[in-house]
């Protein structure tokens, strides 16, 4: 998922990196969908109902609220967010990892119950994150970093679920074949993907696997792909010098028509008006 709004990038310097609620448009659709990363995610809603998705629920955050997603846990975030004021906190497991007791294996945390010191620190600094939309000078820096140090000092100090065997993803017996179909369209987007290959690389007939990934990200594979194509089709189109006919074609794309049509039918503009578009955020 990309946002507009990065304020911190991972560094040596920083723990983190922090997004506000202003998604790219470009990646709606993608951000909707079943996702996953490496790293942990620390969530605060200031205003509005967020409604984040899991394989096995559904969570509901309303105003003031805070969740954590462990790392590699599969999850989903609503489309339209018009009405949310919310901030987003990714921590890197390199940071977690020399201050785990365990140093060869990931921990699995869990939120502290409300009104303890450790949710009060933990919801302090993210709402105050939520209003940290710049840098202004050093001291600003200064500032954001101390909530991100004792954000992370809250969850390995008060925070590991020491009665959970830690497991990376989904929960979800049956998951893993879905992640493994998502892993391989974002690896060989650029080359032609059949519903007969990618199924018999998951081990499943093609209409069992059509019917399997539909169930399990409410998208169907030839969307979700074409997804994939038409958001690194769109990057590529910005670059100067790069043609609708090259960013089509460079990006799987069978021709330059299915790529017009994909994105005025994702979009409602042509890949040249999403260009300009976008350009002008």
């Not at 069992?208 to 194509?229: G, P, Q």
């Amino acid at each position: 998922m990309r946002y507009k709004r990065i304020l911190i990038e991972y560094s040596k310097n920083y723990a983190a990196k922090i997004f506000h609620n202003s998604l790219d448009n470009e990646d709606s659709e993608y951000k909707s969908t079943f996702h996953w990363h490496s790293e942990y995610e620390l969530i605060y809603v200031e205003k509005g109902e967020m409604v984040i998705r899991t394989p096995e629920s559904q969570i509901i955050l309303g105003d003031n609220s805070l969740h954590l997603f462990n790392s590699e846990e599969v999850h989903a975030y609503p489309e339209n967010i018009d009405n949310l004021q919310f901030t987003i906190v990714n921590i890197s497991p390199a940071v977690i990892m020399p201050y785990y007791k365990n140093g060869n294996s990931l921990p699995s945390f869990v939120l502290p119950k409300e009104g303890t010191v450790a949710y009060r620190n933990l919801f302090y600094s993210m709402k105050m994150l939520n209003f940290c939309k710049s840098y202004d000078n050093s001291i600003e820096v200064l500032r954001v970093k101390s909530f991100l140090n004792n954000i992370c000092y809250y969850l390995i100090k008060d925070c590991i679920d020491e009665d959970l065997e830690y497991m990376h993803g989904s929960v979800s017996d049956d998951f893993d074949c879905a992640r493994n179909a998502i892993n391989y369209m974002h690896i060989n987007y650029k080359n032609k993907i059949t519903l007969e290959e990618i199924a018999r690389y998951v081990g499943m007939t093609p209409s069992h696997f059509s019917k399997y990934f539909k169930d399990k990200t409410e998208i169907t594979f030839s969307v979700y792909l074409r997804n994939i194509r038409l958001k690194h089709a769109l990057q590529e189109l910005s670059q100067d010098g790069v043609t609708v006919r090259e960013a089509a074609i460079n990006n799987g794309f069978p021709n330059v028509n299915a790529f017009i049509i994909s994105c005025k039918k994702r979009y409602n503009r042509t890949p040249l008006e999403m260009r300009d578009y976008n350009l002008a955020q």
